[in-house]
């Protein structure tokens, strides 16, 4: 089957285990994804399966997304992602999958843009101690000496300073499957994933998943 699933982060909660722990966990919620399309090595040079999910009208896509859909006999939806399969043969375009490929205590990768956070000093965004405290101290929260004299008489790339924080794809990697629901598309992972509410994250089968 497909190795992965287009879903959405619904939020955070905390559930009890058989043993009474407190195990806090992320809720995705994951629409039917739609097998749009298959690349081959024949065509594409390497073989994968094109998902595609959420519904939307049909003046929403363009021109060459629509005859995407319409030679898959599948409604326009809104987001597209390629997956790698297992069963690359035995899969069709039309097929639809579900949260069932995945049973409890599977590990997957989490992939999605991490929140925005804005313009953000060395303090927030790298870490920084900051300076004194004391009277008469003047460095506070500022990031210091940041070049050199007269060699090389430049600031070299990579130096840590303020910047733009957050709003970056980012992937969580060997999470734990705790709960699947198939009946409400629901599934329940251990720990936090990158994103907002109702943002759009990817799920795959861990590659570097541990035996623990």
Known sequence: MVNGLI?????????????????????IQVEPCYVTQKKTKETDGYESVQLASVEIKPNRVKKPAAGL???????????????????????????????????????????????????????KRHGFAGGRASHGSRLGRNPGAIGQCAWPGKTFKGKKLPGHLGDNNVTVQSLKIVDVKPEKNIILLTGSVPGCKNSVVYIRRAVKASEK
């Open 69 to 123: 859909y319409k030679k898959a006999s599948v409604a326009p939806q809104r987001h597209l992602k390629e997956f790698i399969a297992d069963d690359f043969e035995k899969i069709n375009v039309g097929d639809v999958i579900n949260v069932d490929i995945f049973k409890v205590g599977d590990k997957v990768d989490v992939s999605g843009v991490s929140k925005g956070k804005g313009f953000a000093g060395v303090v």
């Open 7 to 27: 879903g959405r982060k619904i939020g955070m909660t905390q559930i009890f285990g058989e043993d009474k722990k407190v195990t806090p966990v992320t809720v």
